[in-house]
């Protein structure tokens, strides 16, 4: 069955990095765009960041761009997000998600598939 297991979070502070990690299986994921989605309680989950099947197209949301790096490992099986100069506004549960075709994921309605998510805490 297809699963998507995220690591990486944890509790850094302001201005740090972490890089988040996304290894799937039970799927071919070269076949797949992904991407990365946050929630924060209460709130409903928003796209943070998404990537086509070979990495040629790529997406940010206007609150990550320039920010965070989005990249995958076919080989591995893996995507993974890299974000840089993180503020407590980014403090969320991260999700991977894959979408269900080959074009980078950008919303919540082109996600077939969630990971159980991992928690970004940044801390001032």
């Known amino acids: 069955q297809v699963q998507l297991v995220e690591s990486g979070g944890g509790l850094v502070l302001a201005g740090d990095s972490l890089r988040l990690s996304c290894t799937a299986s039970?799927?071919?994921?070269?076949?797949?765009?992904m991407g990365w989605f946050r929630q924060v309680p209460g709130k409903e989950r928003e796209f943070v960041s998404g990537i086509s099947r070979l990495g040629i197209n790529i997406y940010y949301a206007d609150s990550v761009k320039g920010r965070f790096t989005i990249s995958r490992d076919n080989a591995k099986n893996t995507v993974y997000l890299q974000m840089n100069s993180l503020t407590p506004e980014d403090t969320a549960v991260y999700y991977c998600?894959?979408?269900?075709?080959?074009?980078?994921?950008?919303?919540?309605?082109?996600?077939?598939?969630w990971g159980q998510g991992t928690q970004v805490t940044v801390s001032s």
């Open positions: 998600a894959r979408r269900s075709g080959v074009m980078a994921v950008r919303a919540l309605s082109e996600v077939d598939y």
């Open positions: 039970g799927f071919t994921f070269k076949n797949y765009g």
